[in-house]
């Protein structure tokens, strides 16, 4: 794996506010990252500044080894669609994807046509017109259609219906397996975009609290339904992010991985095992970021009778 | 919903072979901007300066007529600017383009267009100059003054002013979003002061006779001259205030 993206201590300041917190990453090429956190996280700032549309207070960033600002070479490679993207006054969808067309070298206009007839885009009314969905649907256009190297999809679903949503995660999936590259996607959504992102970034207060392969992350718990008591002597003492109650069954989502024991237990008690939410587990580490030391000590516990 | 881009799909789209020629032709997407009311406040204002000029020749008033109203399409050019700028700049950010590249083509977008209202300028005062002022002695685009070295002259010397306030509305449109109105509104007010107080200067010296006489003895091409100067000084400020404007 190469990487595309290095950012090193890189800060940004604000008047009166720190957006960006002495954040270093490497983005691996052909792979799809979730950039995950809350409102006012930095996310949007993190994406302006790796393609050069906001500047660092300090700190590095190479983009295909290049500093990406007024560098076209880089720039051409890249394509990042804002959450609100402005458009020129009265024009339409359709002018929007024709300027699209123009600039990105690896743009797919049966694709985008394709997409234009799933999210049905009217593409003769003035885009300020347009409802909010719609307005946002350009932009996911013309980030799957342009197939730059390095997409950025800042929240894209705004005012997207769970349909048009559906259609977004379809179309991204299928179209990342056809023409592999680097997308980064921010949501807070987390739940939905679990399935789809190999890489979680979580990004809190401008500190970059998480940065680890979506699998890794959710190694780190588990979560386990059946009966609320059988349950109970399961988690005790360990450390429970999530629990759900309806009547006798419970599912609880606790840190740590299962022994033998456990597993045994688990069995014996027709306990079973479900996926864990990411969501559960990105909260759980934004309200508190030192979760690093419950990790070691919850490992190693064992069934306690 | 697909038959908008019906032609050539298979083919590979003809991409401007430079990103600054697709800037010039985002930026004619809205022709409104660029072409349609430019020519409409030329079109207007030589059609309301006609009927004037036919009422005072009606009414039996001898001597050939002038007007200032054909400076009316360059005061636009402002406004051409500043939209040029807030309409589109957000827009090419998010098309991967340079910050230089967006200026360079807003430029010959505005270069363009300007080209275009001259060509109509002298059109009209060439026949101007057949017909003797429509026959009846009314002059929009033939002024003398300018038109002293003949219609190319005359052409550059329009061209020249209306890039001039094209690159002004410009400029303060990109210096609004970098800095605000309130300092914004700050610099606009130091730098009318700063004319009133070479306006101070010149009176307190009693130089108004000789600053008159340079503007004569320069001549329109002269002018255009130092107007070109200034273009080029705008722009430079144009492209340094945006290079660190963020969106």
New interface residues.
């Given amino acids: 794996m190469t990487s595309v993206i290095e950012v090193r201590h890189l800060t940004k300041t604000y008047k009166t506010t720190t957006a960006l917190d002495d954040v270093s990453l490497s983005i691996e090429a052909d792979s799809i990252y979730g950039l995950l956190g809350r409102n006012g996280a930095g996310k949007t700032t993190l994406m302006?500044i790796l393609?050069?549309?906001?500047?660092a207070t300090s700190g590095e960033v190479e983009v295909f080894g290049e500093h990406p600002y007024?560098?076209?070479r880089v720039?051409?490679r890249?394509?990042?669609?804002?959450e609100s993207?402005?458009?020129?006054?009265?024009?339409t969808a359709?002018?929007?994807l024709?300027?699209?067309?123009?600039?990105?070298?690896r743009?797919d206009?049966?694709f985008?046509?394709e997409l234009?007839?799933d999210f049905?885009l009217p593409?003769?009314t003035p885009i300020k017109k347009l409802s909010r969905g719609q307005q946002s649907a350009i932009g996911v256009i013309?980030g799957l259609a342009s197939r730059?190297e390095i997409t950025f999809f800042d929240e894209p679903y705004l005012g997207f219906d769970a349909v048009a949503r559906q259609l977004f995660y379809d179309h991204l999936i299928a179209d990342y397996a056809e023409c592999p590259r680097t997308i980064l996607l921010s949501s807070h959504l987390i739940d939905e975009v679990a399935d789809l992102i190999e890489n979680v970034i979580v990004i809190d207060h401008g500190r970059i609290i998480m940065d680890e392969p979506t699998d890794a992350v959710r190694g780190r718990a588990v979560n386990i339904v059946g009966d609320a008591d059988s349950i109970q002597r399961l988690v005790a003492g360990r450390e429970v992010i999530h629990r759900e109650t309806l009547g006798r069954v419970a599912s609880v989502t606790m840190l740590g991985r299962l022994s033998e024991v456990d597993r045994h237990y688990i069995a014996e008690a027709n306990l079973d095992l479900t996926p864990v939410s990411l969501q559960q587990l990105v909260v759980r580490s934004t309200r508190d970021e030192t979760a690093e030391h419950t990790d070691s000590d919850t490992d190693v516990r064992s069934l306690q009778p | 919903?697909?038959g908008?881009?019906s032609h050539?799909?298979?083919s590979r789209?003809p991409?401007?072979r430079s990103?600054t020629i697709?800037v010039v032709?985002?930026q004619f997407?809205?022709t409104?901007t660029f072409v349609w009311v430019p020519v409409l406040v030329l079109g207007g204002v030589w059609l309301i300066t006609l009927i004037v000029y036919w009422i005072i020749s009606a009414s039996g008033v001898e001597g050939p007529m002038y007007s200032g109203g054909s400076q009316a399409p360059l005061w636009y050019f402002a406004v051409v600017g500043a939209?040029a700028m807030n309409?589109?700049f957000?827009?090419s950010?998010?098309?991967?383009?340079?910050?230089?590249?967006f200026c360079l083509g807003s430029l010959v977008a505005a270069a363009i267009s300007a080209v275009g209202i001259s060509l109509v300028f002298v059109l009209l005062g060439l026949i101007e100059q057949a017909t003797d002022g429509y026959g009846i002695n009314g002059y929009f685009a033939y002024l003398p003054w300018l038109w002293e070295a003949g219609p190319l002259a005359a052409g550059l010397t329009y061209f020249v002013l209306t890039m001039l306030w094209f690159v002004l509305g410009f400029w303060f449109a990109i210096a609004y979003k970098r800095f605000g109105p309130l300092i914004l509104t700050i610099s606009l007010l130091v730098i009318a002061l700063l004319i009133l107080g070479g306006a101070a200067l010149i009176s307190a010296n009693q130089a108004w006779p000789e600053v008159w006489l340079w503007f004569v003895s320069a001549e329109a091409t002269g002018l255009a001259l130092w107007a070109a100067a200034l273009c080029t000084v705008f722009a430079a400020g144009s492209y340094l205030t945006l290079?660190?404007l963020?969106?």
Avoid at chain 1, 51 to 55: C, D, G, S, V
Avoid at chain 2, 93 to 101: D, G, I, N
């Fill in positions: 302006s393609t050069a549309q906001n500047f007024e560098n076209a720039l051409n890249m394509c990042f669609v804002r993207q402005k458009y020129p006054d009265d024009s359709r002018h929007a024709a300027g699209a067309r123009l600039f990105f070298p743009w206009q049966a985008a046509e234009v007839a049905r593409l003769k013309i730059a | 919903m697909s908008a881009f050539d799909r298979h789209f991409r401007p990103r697709g032709r985002l997407t809205n409104q939209q309409l589109t957000y827009f950010q998010a098309m991967s383009l340079t910050r230089r590249e290079r660190r963020t969106t």
